[in-house]
């Protein structure tokens, strides 16, 4: 089972590890943790991109709201630690990603994330 990025979802990264639905001897919970650090994992690291960075301001529109990181995670269907990573610029979220973040956020994407660092207080 893909998701709409061709990445295995976390449904599809649990039948994987659970042979396709067979009993297992792994508990349900460890297993949705295992399928999101895994998801988090392809995301850090299929989307780093030291040569051109993307900046954002995720962190003041979501504190702006009083959402917390797992708040914006949930609305925008990620691991709270991939909002994180892309609130300390350790990696450029997807276009997908982006847009999601943004309406999330009431929020639109070019006044959330630049090529070009945005200026203090504006």
């Known amino acids: 089972m893909k998701n709409h990025w061709g990445v295995l979802s ?14 297992s001897i792994l508990s349900d919970s460890f297993l949705q943790y295992v399928a999101l650090m895994l998801h988090s994992i392809y995301a850090t690291f299929m989307s780093r991109n030291a040569e051109e960075p993307v900046y954002n301001r995720i962190e003041e529109a979501r ?38 973040i943004a309406k999330s956020l009431n929020q639109e994407v070019s006044d959330l994330f630049s090529l070009n660092p945005f200026k203090k207080g504006k």
Not at 12 to 18: K, M, N, V
Not at 69 to 93: C, F, M, N, W
């Open 63 to 100: 504190t702006a709201l009083g959402l917390s990181r797992q708040d914006l995670a949930d609305k925008a269907g990620v691991h709270y630690q991939t909002i994180g990573y892309l609130e300390r610029e350790e990696y450029s979220p997807s276009l997908v990603l982006a847009l999601r």
């Open 10 to 23: 976390h449904e599809g990264i649990i039948a994987h590890l659970t042979k396709h639905g067979e009993p």
